[in-house]
């Protein structure tokens, strides 16, 4: 068995392709043979250390959190799962290893892949949809009729925003970079700014509005929004933690793995509603040169970059 692992936190370079022996099973675990494995942002962040307070400092540690495959074997208490079922989620922040030839799961954290997805198309969707679902639904208390507005609507979570709030009949309005309009347009997004957002144009026009870039001042996400309006932002940095607990609007969201979420995501997925595009796909064998692209935003294409078994 081999994954992509690092013995110490780091830039680029730390990443190693090794062999491994995956853990013996504990109660309600799954082994799975990665079929589909996509790469998010926070792959990299976890990787330079920032957040060693949860990952703590025992090497080596693997890489990669969401997967699409097949369950190999199951461990005591499982009782969701069978041998041979087609399965998609993500691993524990704490141990990470999709970038391999087989991952150890938790029970909670995977559900049953729809059989209208590829397992490319489901290893993109865990982490960006799941953040935007929580986002929307939980933080943002979305209901039917309200008016989003999505910051950096063309990324993962901000494309999956898009397409769950219009699915839950909410309309939506966004930012992108330029030259792109056509696609936000395409995606069902109007009006459409510049993502250097101007918000007079926008003023008190919007029940939520998503930061998913993280760049959006607050006096800008403030102007936009209606009275008893919410602000979700995605960048759990301190200060924006510290403001979601003083009254206000303002809420940052961690992504949380609950099952129910996951099988929500697999709903939307199976009726159509949600697909996430995927931009490159690189068999594990030559998949360090392509994180490196991607984290240095040579990629060369919008969509997620998935990683599959040579």
Request: glycine content about 10%.
């Amino acid at each position: 068995m081999k994954r992509i692992q690092y013995s110490e936190y780091g830039g680029p370079d730390v990443m190693t392709l090794e062999q491994f022996e995956p853990a013996p099973l504990r109660a309600a675990e799954v082994l799975v043979r990665v079929r589909a494995a996509a790469a998010n942002p926070m792959d990299f962040g976890i990787r330079s250390g920032a957040m060693k307070m949860v990952t703590g400092r025992r090497f080596p540690r693997a890489m990669g959190y969401d997967f699409a495959g097949v369950v190999e074997a199951i461990g005591g208490g499982v009782t969701r799962f069978r041998v041979g079922d087609e399965v998609f989620g993500g691993t524990p922040i704490a141990s990470a290893g999709a970038f391999a030839d087989v991952v150890v799961a938790q029970e909670r954290g995977i559900v049953h892949k729809p059989a209208e997805l590829s397992f490319e198309d489901a290893s993109a969707l865990p982490t960006p949809a799941i953040t935007a679902l929580q986002a929307l639904c939980k933080a943002g208390r979305m209901r039917a009729g309200d008016r989003v507005f999505v910051h950096g609507c063309l990324g993962a979570v901000g494309r999956a925003a898009v397409q769950l709030a219009a699915a839950r009949g909410a309309t939506v309005a966004g930012s992108c970079r330029a030259g792109s309009g056509d696609e936000a347009r395409e995606l069902g997004v109007d009006p459409i700014v510049a993502f250097d957002v101007d918000p007079a144009p926008l003023r008190r026009r919007f029940d939520i509005v998503f930061d998913t870039a993280g760049t959006l001042p607050h006096h800008a996400a403030r102007a936009m929004l209606r009275r008893g309006g919410r602000i979700v932002s995605t960048q759990p940095t301190p200060a924006n933690l510290i403001k979601s607990l003083l009254p206000g609007p303002y809420r940052a969201v961690i992504a949380q793995p609950v099952t129910a979420d996951l099988e929500q995501i697999a709903q939307d997925a199976r009726s159509g509603m949600l697909r996430l595009p995927v931009a490159r796909t690189v068999v594990l064998s030559e998949a360090i040169p392509a994180l490196i692209d991607l984290e240095q935003g040579r990629l060369g294409k919008r969509g997620k970059l998935v990683i599959l078994p040579d």
